[in-house]
């Protein structure tokens, strides 16, 4: 835990409590413990982490937002951000996926464990614009039962679809929905 806590952009241990900490906080490792220690023994070291609160946060947005933008960027780690970002919005607001990586001007290939604070504060700063223009995007939940089946076959139709255009078999004519999904089964 330590060292996720104090875990810097590229790391292997870099994680949406890192960001949490080291946004509100400055974090250092002190020292570490040996785990033979203790009675009994655990099968892990224990670190000691110094935390020096910020006047300031280095992102300048409330609590539930940064944690909201953060749980998603962190919820695919290994992906492209531009993925976990897309589980910010509908489906439908693919548009807004758009404007967000514009308006935050990062690279939709990273993954997120290569972010910084200040990179997660831009990524924050746009979704917050939004969030102003279109409040009901605050409320959106990807993870219910209809979103999560909705996004699922999306997903499935747009790889079909990807599918037949790299193959040359795409006939703009007899493509549909429905084509495309049976395609696939």
């Given at each position: 835990?330590?060292?996720?806590i104090?875990a810097?952009p590229?790391?292997e241990?870099r994680?949406r409590l890192?960001i949490?900490?080291?946004y509100?906080c400055?974090?250092?490792?002190?020292?570490?413990?040996p785990?033979k220690a203790?009675?009994p023994?655990?099968?892990?070291d224990?670190?000691v982490?110094?935390?020096?609160p910020?006047k300031?946060p280095?992102?300048r947005?409330?609590?539930p937002?940064?944690?909201?933008?953060s749980?998603?960027?962190?919820?695919?780690?290994?992906?492209?951000i531009?993925?976990?970002v897309?589980?910010?919005?509908?489906?439908?607001?693919e548009d807004l996926?758009?404007?967000?990586?514009?308006?935050?001007?990062l690279?939709p290939?990273m993954p997120?464990?290569?972010l910084?604070?200040e990179?997660v504060g831009?990524?924050?700063?746009a979704y917050a614009?939004?969030?102003e223009r279109e409040p009901?995007?605050l409320?959106y939940?990807?993870?219910?039962?209809?979103?999560?089946?909705i996004r699922?076959n999306?997903?499935y139709?747009?790889?079909?679809?990807e599918?037949?255009?790299?193959?040359?078999?795409?006939?703009t004519?007899?493509?549909s929905?429905?084509?495309?999904?049976?395609?696939q089964?």
């Open positions: 835990v330590a060292e996720r104090i810097p590229k790391s241990y994680c890192s949490m900490c080291q509100l400055d974090v250092k490792l002190k020292f570490t413990i785990g203790f009675v023994p655990p099968e892990v224990v670190g982490v110094k935390f020096v910020l300031e280095r992102i947005q409330p609590f937002l940064v944690e909201k933008v749980r998603h960027l962190f919820h695919l780690p290994n992906k492209f531009i993925k976990s897309r589980t910010l919005f509908p489906l439908e607001r996926c758009c404007e967000l990586m514009e308006l935050c001007q690279k290939e997120a464990y290569e910084s604070v990179d831009k990524l924050c700063d614009r939004i969030v009901d995007i409320t939940d990807f993870r219910t039962k209809t979103n999560a089946k699922k999306k997903d139709i747009i790889s079909a679809f599918n037949k255009i790299l193959n040359g078999d795409l006939d004519e007899q493509f929905t429905e084509s495309s999904v049976n395609t089964n």
